[in-house]
């Protein structure tokens, strides 16, 4: 037996793709990535893609824009959730793989965006609107449209007061929302989920090991490519680890030392995010990859998979 859909979730640098590719190769599957940083063209050695000609399946949601263009969960919903069809069409197994929490849910649970998030007209007007009437201004639109949604939102996080105003003005709630976020509800029966753990001491020197990795391969230069393409904006945006470091070096303000320790600091610090959103999940069955190879972690990992499989759903309808 084999799940309708397997989820491989963790940590950076702990060998998520590795072993999805792995699994997806023994089981028959193809592997799509949960990766908000691998959607972007360009930002190849920085979001650790596994380059075309070593990869053992294909992968799904790479490279699907540019740096700098809007992009979202929900996009990202309906982007992942055409490639799982497309793939369980031909009758293999989807492996959603990646460390991006909201994107995981986004594709495998029942979660509901504003339109404006797809179609981005809604948006755009609601921007322009900040624009010319500031964030105190919107959050008093929001406070006038959806009370209780204002309350949960700083007049200062723009972001989030703009989706609260695209879903008021679709009937929803941002409020409603936010109570029922903790509710998980698989959009797909049959869906295994498979968490990948190892001591910090070890997931750190990984980590070590992959920033001094990508900075042989070539990640100072490209960055300076994506900034002769006119991308400032987007390679410092705050979820770009190491991207918006090597700028301040190329920019002068900052030695190649101290942009390596800052990369690898954040990226320990993200690391322990990404451990904290996963272990919230109930669904996911951990398994310790400390010491084990790529193959040795894959076979114990089908262990877990052929096991949760011969399972009936839980209470939340996944397999576990």
């Known amino acids: 037996m084999r799940p309708s ?3 491989i979730v963790g940590p950076t640098a702990v060998g998520k793709s590795a072993v ?9 599957g193809e592997v799509v990535s949960a990766d908000s940083m691998q959607v972007y063209r360009g930002m190849d050695v920085g979001t650790a893609k ?3 000609p070593n990869r053992l399946v294909p992968h799904h949601c790479l490279d699907l824009v540019d740096p700098g263009e809007p992009y979202s969960a929900a996009l ?5 959730r055409a490639a799982i069809a497309d793939i369980a069409e031909r009758g293999l197994l989807p492996v959603v793989a990646g460390g991006t929490g909201l994107y995981v849910r986004a594709a495998l649970d029942e979660m509901s965006f504003p339109a404006g998030a797809i179609d981005g007209a809604l948006r755009r007007d609601l921007e322009r609107r900040l624009e ?3 964030p105190d201004a919107m959050h008093a639109e929001l406070a006038a449209a959806d009370p209780d949604s204002a309350s949960l939102i700083h007049p200062h996080n723009v ?3 703009l989706r609260a105003l695209e879903m008021a003005s679709q009937g929803t709630s941002y409020a409603s929302q936010a109570a029922g976020f903790a509710r998980r509800r698989l959009h797909y029966p049959h869906t295994v989920f498979i968490g990948l753990t190892m001591e910090r001491a070890a997931l750190y020197d990984r980590i070590d090991a992959r920033v001094g990795a990508m900075m042989s391969a070539g990640l100072i230069d490209e960055v300076r490519a994506l900034l002769a393409q006119g991308l400032r904006e987007a390679l410092t945006a705050v979820q770009a680890i190491g991207y918006k470091e090597l700028v301040a070096v190329i920019d002068g303000d900052d030695t190649l030392e101290a942009a390596v320790l800052a990369i690898r600091q954040a990226s320990r610090r993200y690391a322990k995010r990404q451990l ?4 919230a999940d109930p669904r996911v069955t951990w398994l310790d990859v400390t010491g084990l190879s790529a193959d040795e972690a894959t076979a114990a990992a089908l262990d877990l998979v052929e096991s949760a499989a011969h399972q009936g759903p839980d209470e939340e309808g996944s397999a576990s």
């Open 20 to 28: 999805a590719e792995r699994l997806a190769l023994t089981l028959g």
């Open 132 to 134: 010319e009437a500031g």
């Open 159 to 161: 972001k989030r007061v």
């Open 276 to 279: 904290s959103w996963f272990r």
């Open 50 to 52: 596994t380059p075309p």
């Open 5 to 7: 859909i397997l989820a």
């Open 76 to 80: 990202y919903q309906r982007d992942a």
